[in-house]
């Protein structure tokens, strides 16, 4: 079945540590985006990609980064710049070709700061 | 720009009593309307959709009517179960330009946190 794997389910990450969150669709779908979720609060978009080898900014991008160098693939990695990195991350990916289409989502990766 | 407003939680609710989820919306041009659902400690599935005015979308006993004169995408489930407790996020999807990207991102409300209590 297609679907979206995120991995792993559970990271912790030291102070001062880079973490890389993965994600993996086997949809053929165009465009893919990470999300962070804190208690109580909505999805906060981090990064998206229409295309490979191609990215945008979502509205909290400071100390995150990602690549998209296969259209299955969009790695998200955590940097020592972002101050508060406990969260959950979602990943979601979309056809991208009208509006009738929503996201399909990952399960998440809960990232804790030990 | 786009945006979705949903009423805030938590809503708690007894087994088997009736549901409303409201919800409204800002957009340009056309948008379709999306209802998805967040059990604990997993990712968000897509419960409903409608993609045009007077469109109702159901699934698994919920229900949405996409009604353009009010803007609205109020979520109902006439008897609701245990199970139903999760966190429940209306989304919108509008052309590019409308939401000032490039393209169909999807705009998301905050969530609403329901509880029911056996």
């Known amino acids: 079945d297609g679907g979206i794997t995120q991995s792993p389910k559970y990271l912790f990450r030291k102070e001062g540590q880079n973490v890389t969150l993965s994600c993996e669709q086997n949809l053929n779908h165009d465009a893919m985006y990470w999300y962070r979720q804190d208690p109580g609060q909505g999805l906060r978009l981090i990064y998206y990609?229409?295309?490979?080898?191609?990215?945008q900014k979502g509205d909290i991008a400071e100390g995150y980064s990602v690549s998209r160098e296969k259209k299955e693939s969009f790695p998200l990695t955590v940097t020592s710049a972002q101050k508060n990195p406990t969260a959950f991350y979602l990943c979601a990916s979309s056809i991208d070709r009208g509006t009738n289409y929503g996201y399909t989502f990952g399960s998440g990766t809960r990232l804790t700061v030990v | 720009g786009d945006s979705v407003t949903q009423m805030e939680g938590p809503v708690t609710l007894s087994e088997e009593a009736f549901l409303t989820i409201n919800c409204t919306y800002t957009?340009?041009?056309?948008?379709?309307l999306f209802w998805y659902v967040q059990y604990p400690g997993e990712g968000l599935q897509l419960l409903l959709k409608?993609?045009?005015?007077?469109d109702k979308g159901s699934n698994k006993g919920f229900e949405a009517t996409y009604r353009k004169e009010t803007t609205s995408f109020h979520l109902e489930k006439g008897s609701v179960q245990v199970s139903d407790s999760a966190v429940y996020f209306c989304?919108?999807?509008?052309?590019?330009?409308?939401?000032?990207?490039?393209?169909?991102?999807?705009?998301f409300g905050k969530g609403t946190l329901l509880t029911v209590n056996p």
């Open positions: 957009a340009t041009g056309y948008p379709s």
């Open positions: 989304a919108l999807s509008a052309p590019p330009g409308g939401s000032g990207g490039s393209n169909y991102k999807l705009t």
């Open positions: 409608a993609t045009k005015a007077d």
């Open positions: 990609s229409q295309i490979v080898n191609d990215f």
